[in-house]
């Protein structure tokens, strides 16, 4: 309908004025028309005074129809106006991030989109981020600091890139960017080091003169000619892993390499979903020998993967992957059950049983409720469900120091013991120790590697050693593989070992735990493995 000069554009109430207004002004003359001919009709001829008359109450008439088509006019466009702000706003809380005001990912990838699609001979960038431990300052300081490191890396990134390009929050610490108008690799790169830099060159305050250094890595996707959103995306995520992979704080541009890496990992990825259920996941069992009398005092239960093409894989080739992608839970979920089942077994059919099996805990999984319930669901009752413990990373212990101690206290509580795993390599301090409910320690094997050739490495396990005897914590050494390393750790007072000398992993847990005993005993190396000797009286 074409708009009247007494009509606003884009209001409610223009229908109203566009139909009501133009009758109201013509109605006088509309009534005057129809008086005159109701007087030529009666009389023959009509008078000037009924003409005047019907003329002054048309415009009456009119002037009444006039004000309240306008008040009707002016409510619809009140009420327009107030449904447009509360659209516009809900459209922007369904576009924008509400902590940040930057927009989110729905808003980001339309963008993104229309980027790729308009883009021309020119090419466009997506600048993947996330803060370095960023878990770690929520921690240690609360959300509160951690959503005031948030505002103050958005204001950052805004300032940063250039004013043309597009910066949304993904949740949690991380961020995109979006760089149009590119004309080679070298723009994309030099953004990202002024990210990388206006994040990490200032520390970030909050509050009483307490600051954070905080550092982002960031992961570079080039489209030239791809016109797929999401594929970009992924891209940028891949160079994301790389850049944190190269020592963080920096910058990775997406290449071909990272793509064939890309497209592979997606493929184990599926296929890791199917792993459990499908029966292909293996324990492969390493003895831990009391190095008091030489007997297996327990075993350390090891991940392995029996892919349908690749073969056995080792846990450097998925668990990573499973890690990111949340599939760790229900792998550890079938760990847990997988070692309650064989614990049940031995104490049901080895008289006097006090065997324990070890099972490695994750990042996710301390984190997760879920690990509670999977230990719960399948404990055996009686001694059985006493010998299973849990074993946790130093550095992990140190990062999730708040999360952790519940959790494995809880553990604790339902009969679980816990282990500090490469202790020594983290940051851990004696306060750590006192604090967290620690059955034994397992020294790295990189002090281990040192031990009968370099002092310093024979003087930090014996302090381990000596401190974690003062606690009342046991201490195991990992990575035996000489004699010399086996009998300093006897000489140190170590109270158990594992290695590849004095047993490796085993998928047959029998031919592990059956190792004969003797009340003292040496190990000697034979051409297939380790062959016990007891030592002559």
Known sequence: MSRWPWSARHLAGDDVRTRVVPWAVVSPLVVVGVVALVQVAVDGLPTLSGLLTALAGGIVAAALLLVLSLQTANRLDSEGRSRQVELDAAMRQALHDPLTDLGNRQLFTDRLQHALARRGSKACAVLYLDLDGFKTVNDTHGHAVGDIVLVEVSQRLRTAVRPEDTVA??????????????????????????????????????????KLNITPSVGIALARDEADASKLLRRADAALYRAKEGGKARSELFDER?????????????????????????????????????HVQGVEALLRWQHPRRGLLQPIDFVPMAERSGLIIEIGKWVIAEAWRTLEEWYSTIEDCQLTIAVNVSRRQLANAELLDAVAANQP?????????????????VADANAGFSTLHALRMM????????????????????????????????????????RQDEAVVAGIIGMAKN???????????????????????????????????????????????????????????????????
Do not use: W
Request: charged share 25%; net charge negative; aromatic share 4%.
């Open 169 to 210: 929050r993904f949740g949690g610490d991380e961020f995109a960017v979006l760089c149009e108008d590119l004309t080679d690799e070298l723009n994309a790169s030099r953004i990202a080091d002024r990210v990388v830099s206006s994040i990490s060159d200032r520390p970030i305050d909050f509050g009483e003169g307490h």
């Open 258 to 294: 990272m793509q064939a890496q890309a497209v592979d990992a997606m493929q184990t990825e599926d296929d890791l979903a199917l792993a459990v259920e499908q029966g292909q996941l293996r324990l492969h069992y390493q003895p831990i020998i009391d190095l008091r009398d030489g």
């Open 381 to 397: 009752t009686g001694p059985a469900g006493n010998a299973l413990l849990v074993e946790v990373s130093e550095d992990l212990l």
């Open 415 to 454: 009969g679980v013991r816990i282990a500090v795993d490469d202790f020594g390599a983290g940051v851990s301090s004696l306060k750590h120790l006192q604090s967290m409910p620690i059955d034994h320690v397992k020294v790295d094997r990189h002090f281990i590697a040192g031990l009968g050739r370099h």
């Open 471 to 537: 606690m009342g914590v046991g201490v195991v050494a990992e990575g035996v593989e000489s004699h010399e390393q086996l009998e300093a750790l006897r000489r140190l007072g170590c109270d158990a070992a594992q290695g590849f000398l004095l047993g490796r992993p085993n998928p047959e847990v029998r031919a592990v735990i059956d190792l004969p005993p003797s009340p003292r005993r040496e190990l000697e190396t034979s051409a297939d493995g380790v062959v016990p000797t007891p030592v002559a009286g």
